[in-house]
C-alpha cells in the first residue's frame, strides 16, 4: 500500500508564510513527478507546481515568484514553501505523485487527503 501524507497547513495573515511537506510512504519502488494540486470552493482542482525526477520544475502562473517546491529523492518527500501568500491562495492543498509501486509494473497516480490553507485578509 502507498500513501501520500501531507503537512503544514493552517491560517495565515495575508503577506505571511507557510511550508508544506508531503511524503511518499509504504510500498514505493521508485518516485517519477510530485507536486501539488489546490481547490478552492466551487472552483476545479488545479495544478500549480511540479518537480520531476530530474528536478525539472513547474509552476503555474499564479504561484510563480512565490512559491518553491523542493524534492528529497532519498526520502520521497517534496517541500512547498509558499510566501507572500494572498486570500486567493485559500484552498485545499492536495499532494500528488507518479510512482512505481513495489511489485508493479506501471507507475500510478496517487493522492494525498488534502491539507487545508487559509489565508486571512
Known amino acids: ?18 511550508r508544506l511537506s508531503c511524503v511518499a510512504s509504504g510500498n514505493v519502488f521508485k518516485v517519477d ?12 482542482r488545479e495544478l500549480i507546481t511540479s518537480i520531476t525526477s530530474d528536478d525539472n520544475v ?3 502562473d ?18 512547498l514553501q509558499m510566501n507572500s501568500l494572498t486570500p ?4 485545499v492543498y492536495y499532494c500528488h505523485a507518479n510512482l512505481l509501486r513495489s ?12 491539507t487545508q490553507v487559509t489565508v486571512s485578509s
Open 88 to 91: 486567493e491562495d485559500t484552498a
Open 1 to 18: 500500500q502507498v500513501r501520500l501524507v501531507e503537512s503544514g497547513g493552517g491560517l495565515v495573515q495575508a503577506g505571511g508564510s507557510l
Open 62 to 79: 499564479s504561484v510563480k515568484g512565490r512559491f518553491t517546491l523542493s524534492r528529497d529523492n532519498a526520502k520521497n518527500t517534496v517541500y
Open 33 to 44: 513527478t510530485m507536486g501539488w494540486y489546490r481547490q478552492a470552493p466551487e472552483l476545479q
Open 103 to 114: 511489485g508493479s509494473y506501471y507507475y500510478s497516480d496517487y493522492w494525498g487527503r488534502g
Open 58 to 60: 513547474y509552476y503555474a
